[in-house]
């Protein structure tokens, strides 16, 4: 077994590199290796992965910059191993250059041999004493080049968003996007409160403090343990989840006693949010295409004590009200998207992602919400949530289907203070990385007509 955090790093990049899947699914082929290794490399090795996807397309400029081969020939084991090595020179302070030049080329010689070797050596050496030399595209005449390359995002996408936001605004959310988040917990209300949590989790952290919207969440830095050896998330006390994310569930607001369906349940992050909020009574049915997931799932809501949840591995585009026997008071409609909102903690997303994608999923969610809404009773709520930003996956997604559906209509009805300072005109919840400092996810509360008398 690899026991070097730089070596395991590798591994883990070029692995994700050459498959469709996302990080965190390589991240588990490698999961036995990084367990093994002490806190300070498991910290190291973490640091390396994150950090060159946050920073890639800089890393690359540097890289073009020095090599005599173009970086498009250079084959992804010899580039990772270069990307690895100019993370750590130009944003790790604690580690020495010479160390970081050093165990590259020991790498390369064991893995690519000595003449990649020499390669690696010769760009890293002259990077060193370089790079902060080494010209970006200028801000005023190529403003989309100089975001992709500074901050690291598609040129696209750079684009993209400065047609939507503006430079200003656009360089922000991409610096904003760039930045390592909290981690921010749900408390599980089933088990405890909020206050009881916050003060047993300082013990374990640097710093925690409440979430400004989120009812029940926590955020805190540097914990002293992974979070599944610690005492409180084994006895089912909280659940890792961004604060956009309750929010979502909270504008849901399920009510004790309910039939409600999560009708792309995933994981079930949602799924334990709403069953807390019906403490534990009613019956919460959650459904997904993926049945590993589920499986997952039914493990969370054992840990939490959660004993209403049923589960139901299906695809929600071929199924209807037979399928369940009857409507249900509330669905949750959490739908497959791009997830560019998410970029701070899922950096490699952005480079698998394109332009088409976006209009790929939202059509595919202008079916699903319309699926979703065949089974809301009459008088009942239909909440669509996507973790995007983007105005193709949000309101004109939700315009396209009130086009559509004259049986249902925007409920602004919530009754929340938090709600007030996220809401926008059109009576949607908005989140941004650089705005909120949480994930940036869209939400749109919908009400079914009640029969008419």
Known sequence: MVSDPRHIALNALTSWHASPHTL?????????????????????????I?????????????????????????????LYILRIA?????????????????????????????KTAGYINAVLRAACTNWSKVDLPDKAKKPDAYLSINYSIPIWLAKKWINTFGFKDA???????????????????????????????????????????????????????????????????????????????QLLAPEPGERILDACAGLGGKTGHIAQMMKNKGTLTAVDVEAEKLNTLTLEAKRLGIDIVRTKSADLLKMSIKNFGDYFDRVLIDAPCTGLGVLRRNPDTKYKRTKKDIQRLAGKQKKMLNAAANLVKPGGILVFAVCSCEKEENEEVVEHFLNKRKDFSIDKDVQSDNYLKLITEDGFIKTYPAANNMDGF????????????
Not at 25 to 44: F, G, P, Q, V, Y
Not at 88 to 114: E, L, S
């Open 50 to 78: 994150f950090g060159v996807l946050r920073h890639r397309n800089f890393l690359d400029h540097i890289i073009s910059a020095f090599s005599n081969t173009p970086l498009k020939k250079i084959k992804p084991l010899p």
């Open 442 to 453: 869209f939400a749109a509360r919908l009400k079914r007509k009640p029969k008419q008398q």
């Open 171 to 249: 360089e922000t959310l991409c610096d904003q996007i760039n930045t390592i988040p909290e981690i921010t917990l749900r408390v599980n209300t089933l088990k405890t409160d909020r206050s009881s949590l916050l003060e047993l989790m300082g013990n374990h952290v640097k710093t925690i403090e409440t979430t400004p919207y989120a009812d029940q969440g926590l955020c805190f830095t540097s914990p002293d343990m992974p979070i599944r050896e610690m005492e409180e998330f084994n006895q089912g006390l909280f659940q890792i989840q961004d604060e956009a994310a309750q929010m979502v569930t």
């Open 86 to 114: 100019l993370f750590q020179v130009i944003y790790m302070d604690r580690v020495p250059d010479f160390a970081a030049i050093n165990t590259a080329v020991n790498i390369a010689k064991k893995q690519a041999g000595k």
């Open 24 to 48: 965190d699914r390589s991240l588990e082929k490698h999961s036995n290796e990084i367990s093994a290794l002490t806190k300070k490399d498991k910290n190291l090795c973490n640091a390396l």
